[in-house]
């Protein structure tokens, strides 16, 4: 549920460090976004995943969002969840 998490706080941190601090660590099968919304930063998301991906590693996202909300959302916007 989108909204029962604070979009207030956390830090700012680019894709490419990001990608590199999770391949740094040892012993993963893949990674996991939940969360707050991680559709709400859908782009920087979808880079990470790819980078996380390339390596062999499985990404697996939870969110508040329906696919039927999502594709609305696209329609409506013109921007991704």
Do not use: N
């Not at 391949?23 to 996991?32: H, P, R, S, V």
Request: charged content about 20%.
């Amino acid at each position: 549920m989108p909204w029962t998490w604070s979009f207030e706080g956390g830090e700012e941190i680019e894709v490419d460090v990001l990608a590199e601090r999770v391949l740094a660590e040892a012993d993963l099968e893949g990674i996991t976004f939940l969360g707050g919304e991680p559709f709400s930063q859908a782009a920087p998301l979808a880079l990470l995943a790819r980078q996380i991906r390339q390596t062999g590693l499985s990404v697996m996202t939870f969110t508040g969002y329906t696919v039927e909300g999502c594709e609305m959302h696209i329609v409506i916007t013109g921007t991704p969840c």
